[in-house]
């Protein structure tokens, strides 16, 4: 994610490239970048049945052949917008529906049985979570804050228990952020 300033003083954005593993990561990343080009409009339209201009939709699509590998090309080449193009891509990376369920149950499997180990500390620990939880919600489905909050708390190792007991007892846990957990038990780790 690199950017270079020019003399005229605009900004050259380097995309980041897809790769069979990063969808996620590219595709949020990809998101801020056509955002920044002020071209996101192409893929999701603030009014469905608006037409995008033809300027836009070409600046996006450009936007979108910049971060793909060749190999990958060919997918959305047939498609004649931007919009059809980033559908198509998120298909192949995603996969069809029965794949993409099949894969939302592994992850949640995973999630489940995540535990935080006695020597982990809690910033490896929450990157570890948050990175299903992103996949999980990539995927479209749905995981509510408190939830991870709750998890959290459950698997805290010996030495948080006493702290995690506390924010359970006196937290409102159903508005509680899990960075506000994370928070409570770095504050008692220290």
């Given at each position: 994610?690199?950017?270079?300033?020019?003399?005229?003083?605009?900004?050259?954005?380097?995309?980041?490239?897809?790769?069979?593993?990063?969808?996620?990561?590219?595709?949020?990343?990809?998101?801020?970048?056509?955002?920044?080009?002020?071209?996101?409009?192409?893929?999701?339209?603030?009014?469905?049945?608006?037409?995008?201009?033809?300027?836009?939709?070409?600046v996006?699509?450009?936007?979108?052949?910049?971060?793909?590998?060749?190999?990958?090309?060919l997918?959305?080449?047939?498609?004649?917008?931007?919009?059809?193009?980033?559908?198509?891509?998120k298909?192949?990376?995603?996969?069809?529906?029965?794949?993409?369920?099949?894969?939302?149950?592994?992850?949640?499997?995973?999630?489940?049985?995540?535990q935080?180990?006695?020597?982990?500390?809690?910033?490896?620990?929450?990157?570890?979570?948050?990175?299903?939880?992103?996949?999980?919600?990539?995927?479209?489905?749905?995981?509510?804050?408190?939830?991870?909050?709750?998890?959290?708390?459950?698997?805290?190792?010996?030495?948080?228990?006493?702290?995690?007991?506390?924010?359970e007892?006196?937290?409102?846990?159903?508005?509680?952020?899990?960075?506000?957990?994370?928070?409570?038990?770095?504050?008692?780790?220290?």
């Amino acid at each position: 994610m690199e950017t270079n300033k020019t003399k005229d003083g605009t900004i050259n954005l380097s995309y980041p490239m897809l790769a069979k593993s990063n969808y996620t990561a590219w595709a949020m990343k990809m998101k801020v970048y056509i955002q920044a080009h002020g071209v996101w409009d192409a893929i999701q339209p603030k009014d469905p049945k608006g037409i995008v201009e033809e300027k836009i939709d070409k600046v996006a699509l450009a936007a979108i052949y910049q971060g793909i590998p060749e190999d990958v090309l060919l997918s959305p080449a047939d498609k004649e917008n931007a919009k059809d193009a980033w559908e198509a891509i998120k298909a192949m990376c995603l996969g069809a529906d029965r794949v993409k369920k099949a894969r939302v149950q592994t992850l949640k499997a995973e999630f489940e049985s995540l535990q935080m180990k006695d020597n982990e500390s809690l910033d490896d620990f929450y990157m570890k979570m948050n990175g299903i939880v992103a996949n999980i919600r990539a995927l479209g489905e749905v995981i509510e804050e408190n939830y991870l909050v709750k998890k959290l708390l459950r698997v805290v190792p010996t030495k948080f228990l006493q702290i995690a007991s506390t924010i359970e007892q006196f937290g409102d846990l159903e508005k509680m952020s899990v960075e506000e957990a994370v928070g409570s038990l770095k504050a008692h780790e220290e």
